[in-house]
């Protein structure tokens, strides 16, 4: 896991449609980075969903929401066709940019260990320094007075850092 004021590790990756997006070109901007497993699964569509319904509210605050995995641009443009997804999603085939970030390690399943991507999220900072950070992401959680998800907490938090 990344620490808070870390400079965030630069990367340079493919969004959906084949260009290439790099961080230093949101300097001046809050981002949300958020890593995910797999396209058109059911935890990871309710994160992309969430994070697009939010989306007005991220803009509103200048912040730009950025969805990372290990699957293709072809899988990403599906997906966010499939969805109706108005956030960017980034290809990160090599895992290069997942490992930077922490967002890549072991992992149990039923008892059995793999390596596989660790659902995290970070707000960037303008200066591109680390803000804030969540390390196994429940998209998620169920309480007493209701469901949480998560695109509200990175919200919330990201408005108490612009405070």
Not at 71 to 100: M, N, P, Y
């Amino acid at each position: 896991m990344l620490e808070i004021g870390q400079a965030a590790p630069q990367f340079c990756l493919p969004n959906q449609d084949d260009v290439g997006m790099c961080l230093k070109a949101f300097k001046g901007k809050w981002i949300v980075l958020y890593f995910y497993p797999k396209d058109n699964t059911p935890g990871c569509t309710n994160e992309a969903c969430d994070f697009t319904e939010a989306m007005p509210v991220f803009s509103d605050m200048d912040a730009v929401i950025l969805g990372v995995s290990p699957d293709s641009t072809k899988s990403h443009r599906s997906f966010i066709e499939k969805k109706d997804l108005g956030i960017t999603l980034l290809s990160d085939t090599d895992k290069s940019v997942h490992k930077a970030y922490a967002a890549w390690g072991k992992k149990m399943n039923y008892g059995k260990e793999y390596e596989g991507v660790i659902r995290t999220t970070y707000i960037i900072a303008p200066d591109q320094t680390v803000a804030a950070a969540w390390n196994n992401v429940k998209v998620r959680v169920k309480r007493k007075d209701g469901e949480v998800k998560h695109a509200d907490v990175v919200r919330e938090k990201l408005v108490e850092l612009q405070g």
